[in-house]
C-alpha cells in the first residue's frame, strides 16, 4: 500500500506570493491533516479535513486554506507569503476517528525568500 | 506553561543503554501519540495510547490517565535510534486529528 504522499518536496518562493500544497492519503483513508513545523514554534496543528469538509481548524491567519477533494486527497493554500511562512508542511492520513492511527507525509519545505 | 511538556530535551547515550523520555500533559485527552522523526523531517508515528501499555519490539510506551503523564522507553538503545521523540496529545472524542505537540527530545546513541 501506497504511503502518504506530499508534493512538491521542496519549493522556494517570494514574498507576497502564494502556493499550494498537495497530499495525497493512503488509499481508504478519508481524514487528512496538516501541520507546519518551524524552528521556533515547534509543530503545530493547521487543519483537518474529513469527507471534504473541514473539521477542525488551528490558530492561523485566514491566508491559510485548504481543501478536500472527493477522491481525499487535500491541497493547502498560502495566500500573501511571509518570511516567517518557511517552514516543513507536513500532512498526515488516518481512517478517520480519533482514535485512528496517524500516517505521515515526508513533508514540503517551503522557503520564503 | 505548554498545554504539552516533555523532559529531556535532549539525551546522549551509549548504545545499549536503557532510554526514558516523559510527556506530561494539563488538558483532558482521549489520546496520546508517541513521534519519531529523523534528520529530512519525515515523521512515524510509533504508539498511540488511551490507556495502559503497548510494547512493539524494543520500544514500550506507558500512560498513566489520572496522573496526565506518559514515558517511552527505549530498552537496548542502538545508534539508529537517535532522532526526535515527539509526543502529541488529543484532547477529546470531537478534536479528531488535531494535536498538540510537545517540543520534543532529541535522542542520540553513541556507538
Known amino acids: 500500500k501506497a504511503g502518504v504522499t506530499q508534493t512538491p518536496r521542496y519549493l522556494i518562493k517570494t514574498r507576497g506570493q502564494q502556493v499550494t500544497l498537495s497530499c495525497s492519503p493512503i488509499?481508504?483513508?478519508?481524514?487528512v491533516s496538516w501541520y507546519q513545523q518551524t524552528p521556533g514554534q515547534g509543530l503545530q496543528f493547521l487543519f483537518e479535513y474529513f469527507s471534504e469538509t473541514q473539521r477542525n481548524k488551528g490558530n492561523f491567519p485566514g491566508r491559510f486554506s485548504g481543501r478536500q477533494f472527493s477522491n481525499s486527497r487535500s491541497e493547502m493554500n498560502v495566500s500573501t507569503l511571509e518570511l516567517g511562512d518557511s517552514a516543513l508542511y507536513l500532512c498526515?492520513?488516518?481512517?478517520?476517528?480519533?482514535?485512528?492511527?496517524?500516517?505521515f507525509g515526508n513533508g514540503t519545505r517551503l522557503t520564503v525568500t | 506553561k505548554n498545554e504539552v511538556e516533555q523532559s529531556p530535551q535532549n539525551l546522549t547515550a551509549q548504545e545499549g543503554e536503557f532510554i526514558t523520555i516523559n510527556c506530561s500533559y494539563s488538558v483532558g485527552i482521549s489520546a496520546l501519540h508517541w513521534l519519531q522523526q529523523h534528520p529530512g523531517g519525515g515523521i512515524v508515528s510509533l504508539f498511540m495510547?488511551?490507556?495502559g501499555k503497548k510494547k512493539h519490539g524494543r520500544l514500550i510506551a506507558t500512560i498513566n490517565i489520572q496522573e496526565k503523564h506518559s514515558s517511552l522507553h527505549i530498552t537496548a538503545s542502538h545508534p539508529r535510534d537517535s532522532a526526535v521523540y515527539i509526543c502529541?496529545?488529543?484532547?477529546?472524542?470531537?478534536?479528531?486529528?488535531?494535536?498538540?505537540f510537545g517540543e520534543g527530545t532529541q535522542l542520540t546513541v553513541n556507538p
Open positions: 498526515a492520513s488516518s481512517l478517520g476517528p480519533s482514535n485512528s492511527p496517524l500516517h
Open positions: 502529541a496529545v488529543i484532547g477529546g472524542e470531537t478534536s479528531g486529528s488535531r494535536l498538540t
Open positions: 488509499s481508504g483513508h478519508r481524514s
Open positions: 495510547l488511551s490507556s
